[in-house]
């Protein structure tokens, strides 16, 4: 992976590269990126231009033995370790029984998130895990004298999977041996171990501006301008959940949306009820981004009252529907709203159960609406 590869994000670019420049680069850095603003990206090229052999200004020349190899994701001395799952129960997995998978992973969705990623390795609903064995592993790889360059680089992605195993770490990440890289690829620092962070260089890699991110999806996924506004608008600064929208069409969510509200307000209780086994029944990664959707939708009818609205990239049928939604909702109705399905979404997450979540999500939204006070559930 080259830095001209990546979407966006010069200013994190230069700040890597000058750190080697300037012969100044820790020698442990998470890089603290949300998801889909190319936290992986950056690692994977960053990686490239610390072992080329023909450093350019802007990062690997591309063209070196060793470029070559790391394109490839072969280069022997970048090492990477991921969250796995067993492949049999009783199995003590290690990253590298995934190599194969990890490498078509990184080159098919290099924006892609964990969930992403232990469903292309088959996890279903299981948990993956960075393991004690495959620190173990790490502490071994890197006891290794370099093979060809002269770094030996860890680039791990998404330590927020290490339990607390990763203390088996420490050491090696206070005194590690001359001229090697811990590069930790992270989207939420909450959820790094404490003692890890602590010992570490942060950098934190911001959500992707709207006009770039438009620019990516014209140019790298082909999409349409006007599609690419609007689907830019919603993601926030994340070209996955900007891809992830695109493939699944908005007008599903649109459908489901109008029903739900349209339940809710005529007090349909069985239609309600076949509405929330449908949802419960559409996985975990679809309800989120179910939720998200009418969050974006919201923020935006909020941004309607203030702003022009041929601003506003959105299409003809949301329009309609936030001015509805204007006139069924006032200000603190709609952050009320905002706030139950901002902590609904933190509970489909952490696995809640899907239909009591949203059945108990539907009697507060008709709570909201009505202007009671909603109960305690
Ligand atoms: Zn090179």
């Not at 190319?38 to 690692?43: E, K, R, S, V, W």
């Not at 060793?66 to 796995?84: G, L, M, R, W």
């Not at 927020?160 to 090696?172: I, P």
Request: glycine share 4%; hydrophobic share 40%.
């Amino acid at each position: 992976m080259l830095f001209s590869n990546i979407i966006g994000q010069e200013d994190i670019k230069e700040q890597l590269i000058n750190s080697v420049v300037q012969n100044r680069m820790s020698h442990a850095i998470v890089l603290l990126a949300p998801e889909g603003t190319g936290g992986l990206p950056l690692g994977l090229a960053f990686a490239q231009y610390l072992v080329c052999e023909d450093k350019q200004a802007d990062g690997a020349c591309g063209k070196c033995q060793a470029c070559i190899k790391a394109a490839k994701y072969i280069h022997p001395d970048i090492h990477f370790s991921y969250p796995v799952i067993p492949r049999k129960p009783g199995d003590k997995p290690v990253s590298t029984d995934y190599a194969a998978e990890w490498r078509e992973f990184i080159v098919a969705q290099p924006y892609g998130n964990a969930y992403d990623w232990l469903q292309f390795i088959g996890a279903e609903n299981k948990q993956g895990n960075i393991t004690a064995t495959e620190c173990q592993d790490i502490i071994h790889k890197l006891s290794l004298k370099s093979f060809e360059s002269q770094y030996k680089i860890l680039l791990m992605w998404m330590p927020e999977y290490l339990g607390n195993e990763g203390n088996r770490l420490l050491k090696l990440i206070e005194e590690p041996p001359p001229n090697t890289l811990f590069l930790l690829i992270a989207e939420n620092q909450e959820q790094i171990l404490a003692t890890i962070l602590s010992r570490t260089h942060l950098i934190k890699v911001n959500p992707l501006p709207k006009e770039v991110m438009v620019e990516a999806l014209i140019s790298r996924a082909q999409i349409a301008p006007a599609k690419a506004r609007q689907a830019a608008t919603i993601a926030a600064g994340n070209y996955r959940e900007a891809l992830y929208l695109l493939q699944n069409s908005d007008d599903d969510y649109h459908e489901l949306l109008r029903n739900w509200l349209n339940y809710i307000f005529t007090g349909n209780r069985s239609a309600l009820q076949e509405w929330v086994d449908t949802v419960a029944k559409m996985g975990r990664e679809n309800q989120k981004q179910f939720l998200r959707y009418f969050i974006n939708l919201l923020e935006h009818t909020l941004r309607l009252k203030y702003i022009d609205k041929s601003l506003l990239a959105f299409s003809e049928e949301e329009t309609d529907f936030a001015a509805k939604l204007q006139k069924l909702a006032n200000l603190q109705q709609m952050e009320l709203i905002m706030q139950e399905l901002d902590s609904a979404c933190y509970y489909v997450e952490r696995n809640a159960n899907a239909k009591l979540l949203f059945h108990a999500l539907s009697i507060k939204l008709q709570y909201i609406f009505k202007k009671r006070p909603i109960p305690m559930m």
